[in-house]
């Protein structure tokens, strides 16, 4: 039987390191309930309401700075709770041994964060689409490092919007943020500086969640003594998180985090491998 | 493209939204928080239950909603509250888009309102139809 205590205390550096890297900690978290015996689909449902907190609490402090695009954010939205739906109603119906594996094969992608760019803007880029024109996909935010305003326009926006869609639908299907997916989307399609995909992706991904978990809420899959120490834990994790973006080195974080996801992609594929 | 410019500050749609935000996590924290103290004070014990009562269960939002006040007696006030924080946490972001599509409307924005308004239309029939 799982300690209370314990969750609470493992979920506080799980909601710091995702609101720090913009991953989430949900593709920690989930695995790691798993580990401790709670069943995977009831782990991956845990997994998505904690994110709805983890999103707001990181947000915070972000659209605070006038790093998050909202507009962009709501814009694409439309993407991903589509997809998140569509995610979560395939988890309630498949054998849970597959989504060990959908689980190992999506934590890969969290990679993708450990090659993002440093870029800082694009301009008013001469190869915007007329969808991103019409909608007006813009922005600009001060960087405190450059001391100065960054201008950005979003490009590809169809592309990105398909990819986000794909996005919304793994994070549904496996309660977790999907937010490497999501940052590498608006950094290398839609063009948007790093610091902006990052911060934008952990706002979309708080409704992604919630359109996710509106399907997980009545399938009789949340267990309130479960969720209540994460949703603590991982709150206070990732406001801390929030509060100090940017300011831990990122070389020893991506390398922590490394280890943590090698060994978490080798517990899901022994755990599906040892189900079927 | 970078130029240097001071900071202008959040817009007021930004500070509402923050607001909201704090608002909405805190007190679902503090109920998860005060529920869970009570749930381990009454029950002696800091493991977590598999028993059916801890589970959140019900056809829609709407019927958790209608029937969450018949909890206290059913399942206790500890399973009420960590119940109703979920409910408080589930529903911040769903404000959010209902905030948004207002400030947009009276904005006369109305492409961010159609996009505010899709995706509260889907969330809703989501909510509702589960």
């Known amino acids: 039987m799982v300690n209370v205590l ?9 909601g710091f390191i995702g609101a720090l890297t913009g991953i989430g900690g949900a593709s920690i978290l989930v695995p790691l309930l798993i580990i401790l015996g709670i069943p995977v689909k009831q782990a991956i449902a845990t997994g998505m309401i904690t994110i709805i907190a983890t999103s707001a609490g990181a947000t915070m402090f972000s659209i605070h700075k006038e790093i998050t695009n909202i507009k962009i954010a709501m814009f694409l939205e439309i993407f991903t709770i589509t997809g998140a739906i569509i995610g979560a109603t395939i988890t309630t119906i498949i054998a849970p041994v ?41 922005g600009s935010y001060f960087d405190e490092s450059s001391r100065s305003v960054v201008d950005y326009t979003v490009k590809n926006t169809l592309t990105g919007g398909l990819g986000m869609f794909f996005a919304g639908t ?107 | 493209m970078s ?24 007190a679902s924290i503090v109920l998860e928080a005060v529920g869970l103290a009570l749930f381990c004070h009454s029950h002696g014990r800091l493991t977590v239950s598999t028993d059916t009562t801890v589970f959140i269960h019900g056809r829609n939002l709407g019927f958790l909603m209608h029937h969450v006040a018949d909890m206290i007696d059913k399942q206790g006030i500890d399973i009420f509250l960590m119940t109703l924080g979920i409910i408080v946490l589930v529903s911040t972001p769903f404000v959010r888009v209902i905030v948004s599509m207002v400030y947009f409307a009276i904005e006369r924005d109305a492409k961010f309102f159609l996009i505010t308004f899709f995706v509260f239309a889907v969330l809703l029939i989501s909510l509702l139809i589960h």
């Open chain 1, 170 to 276: 793994a994070a549904g299907m496996l309660g977790i943020g999907a937010g490497a997916f999501k940052v590498s989307i608006q950094e290398k399609i839609l063009g948007m500086p790093t610091k902006v995909a990052s911060t934008t992706s952990n706002f979309i991904i708080g409704m992604t969640a919630l359109a996710g978990t509106s399907v997980y809420l009545f399938s009789g899959l949340i267990n309130t003594t479960v969720t209540a120490p994460l949703m603590v834990g991982t709150t206070i994790g990732a406001v801390a998180g929030g509060r100090f973006l940017n300011k831990v080195p990122d070389r020893t974080l991506k390398i922590v985090f490394f280890f943590i996801i090698v060994l978490l992609i080798s517990e899901m594929l022994y755990k599906g491998f040892s189900s079927l």
């Open chain 2, 3 to 26: 130029r240097p410019c001071p900071k202008s500050g959040p817009s007021k749609l930004d500070r509402v939204i923050i607001g909201l935000l704090i608002t909405g996590v805190t």
């Open chain 1, 98 to 138: 597959y989504l060990y594996f959908f689980f190992a094969f999506f934590l890969f992608t969290t990679f993708l964060k450990f090659d993002v760019s440093d870029e800082t803007g694009n301009g008013p880029s001469p190869s915007r689409d007329r969808l991103s024109r019409l909608m007006d996909l813009k």
């Open chain 1, 6 to 14: 314990f969750l609470l205390l493992i979920s506080i550096p799980v």
